[in-house]
């Protein structure tokens, strides 16, 4: 059974940063996708920053581009994924999902749309706040 475990989220200052991790266990693909995701109270839930295992090509959100940064590693069955926020701001403050599905081309959807992807960790708080 794949495994998605978030960890990382908390308090951050507007204009501060935070780093949030991630460790998807037991994905037997070749050739997947993984990334984060993000919902704030009464929206919908929205891609942020994905990233191919295959080839390491990243789609972002408008909203997020310059400030984020997704990276991955997968080494002995573990795949790690890492969100690296600065100029963080009151719109950025959501619970964020990391997610592993299908490579891009091989998804239902485009890359940031999370019915592209099959496995989701449970979420971890950001909270934004001076």
């Known amino acids: 059974q794949v495994q998605v475990v978030e960890s990382g989220g908390g308090l951050a200052q507007p204009g501060g940063s935070l780093r949030l991790s991630c460790v998807v266990s037991?994905?037997?693909?070749?050739?997947?996708?993984v990334g984060w995701f993000r919902q704030a109270p009464g929206k919908e839930r929205e891609g942020v920053g994905v990233?191919?295992?295959?080839?390491?090509?990243?789609?972002?959100a408008d909203s997020v581009r310059g400030r984020f940064t997704v990276t991955s590693t997968r080494d002995n069955g573990e795949i790690k994924v890492y969100l690296q926020m600065s100029s963080l701001n009151a719109e950025d403050a959501a619970v964020y999902y990391c997610?592993?599905?299908?490579?891009?081309?091989?998804?239902?959807?485009?890359?940031?749309?999370?019915?592209?992807?099959?496995?989701w960790g449970r979420g971890t708080q950001v909270t934004v706040s001076a």
């Open positions: 037991k994905l037997e693909w070749d050739f997947y996708a």
């Open positions: 990233i191919s295992g295959t080839d390491g090509s990243t789609y972002y």
């Open positions: 997610a592993a599905g299908r490579d891009f081309g091989l998804q239902v959807g485009a890359p940031l749309a999370p019915i592209g992807y099959d496995y």
